[in-house]
Structures are given as structure tokens and as C-alpha cells.
T-cell receptor, first 112, second 111 residues
């Protein structure tokens, strides 16, 4: 998998936008960027993925830079329930097993 | 849709005992996976399946067996439990390889 780098922790005020950055400077042209999160004691939750265009769904927006070397996950109006560890993953499509490599991620704390 | 469900939620085993963890999904997904997560660590893939009747080894398969007799179910077996298998076990399913949907986990303690 392409290496990703994320800040270990971030704080966000409830109701404000949370912007979580990820660097993936070794990403290849056909590799997607996936975002997951894991709320304490729960299974990981798929959030969104993208290749080069910006993507939006009901949970979040994903902004990918034009050179694709970094991306930002945006939670537009963070709530206390968004407190979780957020993982940015660039899977290696050379493998066929679907093995997601979860690194250390960013621990987002949403505060009242 | 219930999504991905796992049975049981908690279990305590003695060393040498056996057990089977059940994963069920109602999304008609082809792919299913078993991961384990140890405290403070990321998930590690144990076994996976790309369709009914198929299974394959992941990153840490030793001490585990799996079966996928029905498309909606993926079973993980421990034949002779060891303390090193104390962990939280997550099952996941997906339509494509990387958009995976996870169950709530099974917390297993082996004494």
C-alpha cells in the first residue's frame, strides 16, 4: 500500500467543520484514497473514497489535490458522535485480497 | 438491512477449547473478511473469501480455519484456543475489494 501520513490527533469544536489532512506522496495513478473511521469499541466504518475528483456523500467530503499527493476529509458540521480515529488508506491494487492496512490514523476529538 | 452481524459478542475460553464465530451479512456481498485487532494496534487480516465456497489466507491465518458454505455467512473457527488469540475479531463484507462494511466485533478472551 502507498504510505500515508496523518497527524496523530486533532480537536474540533462541535458544529464547526473538521478538516482532516492526509499525505500520500507515493500514490500511483490508478490508486484510490479511502477513508474509514473507528469509534471507540466499534468496528471500522467506511466513509468515502476518491481517485482524483472531489467527492461528497451524506457523511463527508473528500478533497484531493491536483497532483494527488494529499487529500483532506471534511466533516462539515462535526458532532460529538464524530469523535473517532480516522484512517486514510491507499490500498495496493496489486494485491487481490482486499486487505486494508489501518495505520495509526488521526484521533479526532469533537468538543462541546 | 441489518448489515453485518456477528455472534457471539463476547466469549471467554480456556486454553485448548474450540469455538466458532459466525458472521452474517444481508447485503448480497461477494467478499467477506475476518480481521483481528489487538489493543492499540491496527487490524490484521486473518482469512478472506471472494465468493461462496472459496476461502484464502490473509496476513495472520495460523490457528484459525474458515468456511463459506453460504454466500451470506462466513465462519471463523479456533480449533485449540491459545492466550495469544485473545483479541477483538471483526468481520467485514464488501461488493468491491476496499469499500468494506464491518460488524460490531466479538471480544474473545482465552485464559
Amino acid at each position: 500500500d502507498a504510505k500515508t501520513t496523518q497527524p496523530p490527533s486533532m480537536d474540533c469544536a462541535e458544529g464547526r467543520a473538521a478538516n482532516l489532512p492526509c499525505n500520500h506522496s507515493t500514490i500511483s495513478g490508478n490508486e484510490y484514497v479511502y477513508w474509514y473511521r473507528q469509534i471507540h469499541s466499534q468496528g471500522p466504518q467506511y466513509i468515502i473514497h476518491g481517485l482524483k475528483n472531489n467527492e461528497t456523500n451524506e457523511m463527508a467530503s473528500l478533497i484531493i489535490t491536483e497532483d494527488r499527493k494529499s487529500s483532506t476529509l471534511i466533516l462539515p458540521h462535526a458532532t460529538l458522535r464524530d469523535t473517532a480515529v480516522y484512517y486514510c488508506i491507499v490500498p495496493n491494487y496489486g494485491g487481490s485480497q482486499g486487505n486494508l492496512i489501518f495505520g495509526k490514523g488521526t484521533k479526532l476529538s469533537v468538543k462541546p | 438491512n441489518a448489515g453485518v452481524t456477528q455472534t457471539p459478542k463476547f466469549r471467554v475460553l480456556k486454553t485448548g477449547q474450540s469455538m466458532t464465530l459466525l458472521c452474517a451479512q444481508d447485503m448480497n456481498h461477494e467478499y467477506m473478511y475476518w480481521y483481528r485487532q489487538d489493543p492499540g494496534m491496527g487490524l490484521r487480516l486473518i482469512h478472506y473469501s471472494v465468493g461462496e465456497g472459496t476461502t484464502a489466507k490473509g496476513e495472520v491465518p495460523d490457528g484459525y480455519n474458515v468456511s463459506r458454505l453460504k454466500k451470506q455467512n462466513f465462519l471463523l473457527g479456533l480449533e485449540s484456543a491459545a492466550p495469544s488469540q485473545t483479541s477483538v475479531y471483526f468481520c467485514a463484507s464488501s461488493r468491491n475489494l476496499y469499500e468494506q462494511y464491518f460488524g460490531p466485533g466479538t471480544r474473545l478472551t482465552v485464559t
